[in-house]
Nanobody, 127 residues
Framework: QVQLVESGGGLVQAGGSLRLSCAASDRTFSAYAMGWFRQAPGKEREFVAGISWIGGRTYYVDSVKGRFTISRDNAKNTVYLQMNSLKPEDTATYYC????????????????????WGQGTQVTVSS
């Protein structure tokens, strides 16, 4: 399994921005689609954004479209989540995840599509 370490979480006021980073330990990082999920207290883990392993295809849950941007730097084995115009309802623990299949053609978005997870980073948005 790929080891993933998130960073960049914190406390921000509504309307502010944060950039999350997720560093992968595996040199085969570039062969895997990557995703970001979040989980708020008392709620199920929710898919937020994903990026394909090749071609840079990105996809988002409707609630973050136009505000969040996922990107990856394969040279640095890192995936990012730029979060702008943050809202209190974005408050959650954010997790990055690596696809369980290499070179998948389709775009994974289900929790069960991903085989490696980071430990999570807390994002708190105050109103």
């Amino acid at each position: 399994q790929v080891q993933l370490v998130e960073s960049g979480g914190g406390l921000v006021q509504a309307g502010g921005s944060l950039r999350l980073s997720c560093a992968a330990s595996d040199r085969t990082f570039s062969a895997y689609a990557m995703g970001w999920f979040r989980q708020a207290p008392g709620k199920e883990r929710e898919f937020v954004a994903g990026i394909s392993w090749i071609g840079g295809r990105t996809y988002y849950v409707d609630s973050v479209k136009g505000r969040f941007t996922i990107s990856r730097d394969n040279a640095k084995n890192t995936v990012y989540l730029q979060m702008n115009s943050l809202k209190p309802e974005d408050t959650a623990t954010y997790y990055c995840a690596a696809d369980k299949l290499a070179a998948r053609f389709s775009l994974p978005r289900e929790h069960t599509d991903f085989g490696s997870w980071g430990q999570g980073t807390q994002v708190t948005v105050s109103s």
